[in-house]
């Protein structure tokens, strides 16, 4: 299958899941990087573009795409494309920033953290996007690319500041990546984060995080490393085609 046609099969949903092009996308990972690079620069720069074209799945096949293939040159462009968009990025990307935007992060990331600090940090980016940042912590420490002792270092730093900033979900999802992590470390850093109602208690409230730090570290990170949302994208194909988009999947 020549590279235009593999392209042309994953510009637009059609309500068959494209198998054949997929796997043909992966076997011409040289060919096609580029393009899938180009595309989430010009969509970053435009993504009212998105918002007009409803079927348009490129965008959506290039994360996951570059994701599996462990580009590091997306690294940038994928945090541009959703800070750039702010509330736009998750109309046009639908649930992949809440169920793997974290995963993708962490897949390109090659290790480097302060990029993913940095968008944490960021008050101008969606607190949805800024959590799947956290998410992308706890990825890395399960697939033992950076330690544990970094990772609740840098979220004591968080936490410590917290008071500083306004509420949104991030400080919610950073109570939960804490207890994740079995960070009893932080436990009084916590309990002020409860007393100063930075938590959402619907999400996780103090008798979950204290239950959880009551088993110990050691299971805690077995809990993590067993943990599916803290993999790396390895196939697209068996990310995708489950999709309840697609009703039919070609070969």
């Keep these: 299958m020549q590279l235009e046609k593999i392209l042309a099969q994953l510009k637009s949903n059609t309500g068959k899941f494209p198998h054949l092009a997929l796997e043909r996308a992966i076997e011409e990972q040289e060919a096609i990087t580029p393009i899938l690079l180009s595309t989430l620069e010009r969509l970053s720069n435009n993504m009212e573009e998105l918002l007009d074209k409803t079927d348009y799945l490129l965008h959506i096949y290039a994360l996951y795409l570059l994701a599996q293939f462990r580009e590091s040159l997306a690294y940038p462009l994928i945090i541009k494309f959703f800070v750039l968009a702010g509330e736009v990025s998750l109309d046009v990307t639908g649930d992949v920033v809440t169920e793997d935007l974290g995963r993708i992060l962490a897949s390109v990331s090659g290790g480097d953290i302060e990029p993913l600090k940095q968008l944490v ?14 998410q992308a912590f706890l990825v890395l420490v399960a697939q033992e690319v950076v330690s544990r002792e970094q990772v609740v270092h840098y979220y004591a730093e968080l936490l410590s500041n917290m008071g500083e900033k306004e509420y949104d979900y ?58 599916y949302r803290y993999t790396f994208i390895n196939d697209v194909i068996s990310e995708m085609k489950g999709w309840g988009c697609f009703h039919v999947e070609t070969f």
């Design 121 to 134: 940090e960021n008050q101008k980016a969606n607190e949805y996007v800024r959590s799947a940042a956290l």
């Design 170 to 227: 991030t400080w919610t999802m950073l109570v939960i990546n804490s207890t994740e992590l079995g960070a009893v470390e932080l436990i009084e850093k916590i309990d002020k984060a409860f007393e100063q109602d930075f938590v959402d208690r619907f999400f996780i409230d103090q008798e979950d995080v204290n239950g959880s730090f009551r088993l110990g570290i050691e299971v805690a990170m077995n809990k993590l490393r067993e943990n």
